[in-house]
């Protein structure tokens, strides 16, 4: 009883500090409510010159997390959109910020309406462990473009990654400006539960329902960008050279630990033996060899390579086959995995996988496909590959998932002037270039009206003549 004491103590003093932390953040903003272009700006290039400043000690520091991160996988998956981010919003600022004039109808004359974008606040961001660098400056471009002020809280699973930003982001902003967060679960228990202007959480749908509660408490809105199993239609006319190398690249990147990475592949049941080859001749030219290999990521922890060999296990217990494309792994370099034979009573086929590990799943025609995928919780994102437009199209109308790639894998993610979000169990809202502005601005109507008021006119007592005119004008 006394040790439980002490963590409630512990727990209630953290949450203390949070808040405490939150309401100086609000403060300030309260002192400057409504920061001007030039202001948000300099933010965006300072944020701008501090990451292309620290290239090589960030990508350290990620690798250091994950016991080996490719380096160009960070420069490609992180660096790199995150810079292109910032150039696109400074490109777009001014326009974004402009107020919308709005059309006022005949009735209501002479008046004129429009809509303001103004800051929320103080926006929360959780980050998950797999892009520590991606996932924190994504959401926090679009919040400080539309004139707030951001608090982070960074995974307890990437420490280094954490510390680092805390360091560098302290060197261009006052922590009433931008704040970084680092602590265990416990912490981004407390976190999730302030009662912030706008709350986005990148992370597992389990994990996402929890935020999503906390949030409620306070009437927090949120941006939930969680995962699901994105799947992967392979055509049955593709070449399967090109469709494999292309969900190759998406599955291998990051050894799989991706959001929107390829979860299973549908593939015609005469071709899996072809896309089967040819799918393996992409994994083995990208990476011969896993031993000392600095291109192929780690799993970021013990406890998570132990999930996916409990998924490996569950699957060759119930029947299926597993396929590994490397002899050998490396201490925590997973070997990537096919699997074939699978069903749905598979845990691998039930939770989103995160690792390298492909199920292959037959399909007899593109009608059975779509309806395997609508069937089950609609994705973050699918990947189609095909290059006929009907089916293309047909694709496209018949699915609901947060995102598309028609022909490609993961780059929908980085296009600056695409949204990038969720659908049902896949999340909720976006963000992203001008999507972001919005999702943290308060898009808010404004109706102007000077000196004459023809609405007199209208004014009790009711039953002129000159109302009933009106009535026969206008309510019709």
Known sequence: MHGDA??????????????????????????NPYPNGEDRQQWLEA?????????QPLIEAISHDFGNRSADETRLAELMPSLHGIQHAKRHLQCWMKPSRRRVGMAFQPASAKVVYQPLGVVGVIVPWNYPLYLAIGPMIGALAAGNRVMLKMSESTPATGKL?????????????????LGDVETGIAFSQLPFDHLLFTGSTSVGRQVMRAAAENLTPVTLE??????????KTVPLADAAERIAFGKTVNAGQTCVAPDYVLVPRPRIDGFVAAYRAAVQRFYPVLKDNPDYTSIVNARQLARLQT????????????????????DRRMPHHLLLDVSDDMQVMQDEIFGPLLPIVPYDDLDQALAYVNERPRPLALYYFGYDRAEQR??????????????????????????????????????????????????KGVFIKQRLNAARLIYPPYGKALQQLIYKLFVR
């Open 6 to 31: 002490a963590y409630l103590n512990q727990l209630s003093s953290e949450a203390d500090r949070l808040l405490a932390l939150l309401e100086r953040q609000r403060k300030a903003f309260q002192a």
């Open 47 to 55: 944020l701008h010159d501090v990451l292309a400043s620290n290239q």
């Open 165 to 181: 930003l805390r360091e560098l982001l302290a060197e261009i902003f006052p922590e009433e400006q931008v704040a970084v967060v």
């Open 226 to 235: 969680l995962g699901g199993k994105s799947p992967a239609i392979v055509s």
């Open 311 to 330: 998924y490996l296990d569950d699957a060759a217990a119930k029947g299926a086959r597993l396929l590994p494309l490397h002899e050998v792994g490396q």
């Open 394 to 443: 047909q694709v496209l109308r018949q699915t609901h998932s947060g995102g598309v790639c028609l022909n490609d894998t993961l780059l929908h993610v980085a296009q600056d002037d695409l949204p990038f979000g969720g659908v049902g169990p896949s999340g909720m809202g976006h963000y992203h270039g001008h999507e972001g502005f919005l999702t943290f601005s308060k898009a």
